[in-house]
């Protein structure tokens, strides 16, 4: 695939995902779903970071408020704290390493832009849990994920309901994009939000179908990294759910996944490495 809509402008530097790319999860969260990626000393910081590097990843995403279901709320100015003092230790060691910051609130993608030349911003929320981040991404002219969800992570899980899961969700993303492209917003990412206000069938009818969200003209991320869709279906423990995060990985990157936000991102490489053969001879 050689589309113009596959390459993101990252703080000036035009990332080509025509090839597809690791974006690694750095939880600065005391609660984050997998107790393997929280990270809230200085060190284990570091070393998650450096270890995400060394073993290739394009982007590295920090996020400072949980997003899993039923997580604990905290205010923004917590989050804002937790995340800075991420950003402070990263970028003085790792200067030239592409920052991702998950958050849902406005304030906060002003606040991570502003002080520390963060290229993108990962919306859980996909603009529904702040009415000015859509404005506040124009404004600030950094990339966005755009990732589709309903209610908030404490209520997600009670809002299942859906006519056709796939045409809905494509149907939220169509409508964003074009909001936010009428914004001047162009360097965005879509991700159709697995386990978000989803229940396991519908994740693998996303899953499956996931060749349609090329219609939409805009690269996908895919974030099945060891979530409740694989380890609950294998009756496993998050802890032992790397393999089942392998296969899915290669599921979506044959359905056009151009991103793939892990927590283990050598593995994921591999995968990439392994899918990126298999083209060649195809």
């Known amino acids: 695939?050689?589309?113009n809509y596959l390459h993101l402008n990252l703080?000036?530097?035009?990332?080509?995902?025509?090839?597809?790319?690791?974006?690694?999860?750095?939880n600065v969260t005391p609660d984050s779903f997998y107790k393997g990626n929280r990270f809230v000393t200085d060190k284990s910081i570091l070393n998650a970071v450096e270890k995400m590097v060394v073993d290739g990843a394009s982007i590295i995403d920090i996020g400072g408020y949980s997003t899993r279901p039923n997580a604990?709320?905290?205010?923004?100015?917590?989050?804002?704290r937790r995340v800075s003092d991420a950003l402070e230790?990263?970028?003085k060691k790792f200067k030239?390493?592409?920052?991702?910051?998950?958050?849902f609130r406005s304030g906060v993608a002003r606040q991570v832009v502003q002080n520390y030349n963060v290229a993108m911003i990962n919306d859980v929320g996909g603009g529904t849990l702040d009415d000015l981040m859509f404005e506040t991404i124009a404004d600030l002219k950094v990339a966005y994920v755009?990732?589709?969800t309903r209610g908030t992570p404490q209520t997600m899980q009670l809002n299942t309901q859906y006519d056709n899961v796939v045409a809905d969700v494509l149907r939220f993303l169509e409508k964003k994009l074009a909001q936010l492209h009428l914004l001047g917003v162009n360097d965005v990412v879509v991700d159709p939000g697995f386990g978000f206000a989803k229940s396991i069938n519908q994740n693998y009818q996303l899953l499956n179908k996931l060749s349609y969200f090329q219609e939409l003209k805009a690269?996908?991320?895919?974030?099945?990294?060891?979530?409740?869709?694989?380890?609950?279906?294998?009756?496993i423990d998050v802890d032992d759910s790397l393999n089942a995060t392998t296969a899915a990985n290669m599921l979506a990157l044959t359905g056009g996944a151009s991103i793939l936000r892990v927590h283990d991102v050598k593995e994921a490489m591999q995968t990439i490495s392994i899918y990126n053969k298999l083209k060649e001879n195809g």
């Open 219 to 235: 690269p996908v991320l895919a974030g099945l990294s060891r979530k409740s869709m694989l380890y609950n279906l294998l009756k």
């Open 146 to 148: 755009l990732m589709h």
């Open 1 to 3: 695939m050689n589309a």
């Open 72 to 80: 604990e709320i905290i205010s923004q100015d917590e989050e804002i």
């Open 96 to 103: 030239d390493v592409v920052i991702s910051v998950d958050t």
């Open 89 to 91: 230790l990263v970028l």
């Open 11 to 26: 703080n000036g530097l035009l990332v080509d995902l025509s090839t597809p790319i690791v974006m690694g999860i750095v």
